[in-house]
């Protein structure tokens, strides 16, 4: 069956770049996801990347793919207090539904 | 705004009893899931519908039950209420339903629900 797995926690200082890391299983995963969640919010999708592509960026957010690895990572460019939540990778099965991992809680430090 | 509305926001019932959980889709999407976030179980996957139909199944309890609506609504009930399902229950829309389909799910901002 799918698992997706995230380190627990993640604490980086004001400006730095924070990297999150996450492994999945199902090699036939078509999508992979990266979502945030603020305290008491719903998820916000902040990226995608489709399963044939090895990077993405979008502003400050880059996704890299190591496909042969199952390993997708986050990585934040100058990371504020704002960033400061839960980030959950998910990946989408052939079924389409979302498998979530744990969540990495990212602690930005000023 | 993700454009997924949920009511209520926070519920708290007592054990042994049923609620609904209403969830309203991002205009034009097919697809409704459900989820339920636990701090035990972290987000599972419940059920999703597509155009009315149901389409997948994960760890949905038989004490548990959804529909899609022709308008593209969907509930969730709970019923039999126990301690344990005290949770946040989240619900996504995405336009597709199908292998094919689109792949963004938008989440709505869950109902919190509290069983005493």
């Known amino acids: 069956g799918e698992d997706v797995e995230q380190s627990l926690f993640l604490s980086v200082r004001e400006g730095d770049s924070s990297v999150i890391n996450c492994t999945y299983t199902?090699?036939?995963?078509?999508?992979l996801y990266w979502y945030k969640q603020e305290p008491g919010a719903g998820l916000q999708l902040l990226t995608y990347i489709f399963s044939n592509m090895d990077m993405k960026q979008d502003q400050r957010l880059t996704v890299l793919l190591n496909k042969k690895d199952k390993h997708l990572s986050l990585r934040i460019a100058d990371t504020q207090t704002g960033d400061s939540a839960i980030y959950f990778c998910a990946e989408r099965d052939p079924g389409n539904k979302l498998v979530f991992g744990a969540g990495t809680i990212l602690r930005v430090k000023s | 705004d993700s454009g997924v509305t949920q009511t209520p926001k926070h519920l708290i019932t007592a054990t042994g009893q049923r609620v609904t959980l209403r969830c309203s889709p991002r205009s034009g999407d097919l697809s409704v899931y459900w989820y339920q976030q636990s701090l035990d179980q972290g987000l599972q996957f419940l059920i999703q519908y597509y155009n009315g139909e149901e389409r997948a199944k994960g760890n949905i309890l038989e004490r548990f039950s959804a529909q899609q609506f022709p308008d593209l609504h969907s509930e969730l009930n709970l019923s039999s209420l126990e301690l344990g399902d005290s949770a946040l229950y989240f619900c996504a829309s995405s336009v597709g339903g199908v292998k094919r389909g689109l792949t963004e799910a938008f989440f709505g901002q869950g109902t919190r629900l509290t069983v005493v």
């Open positions: 199902d090699s036939s995963s078509t999508y």
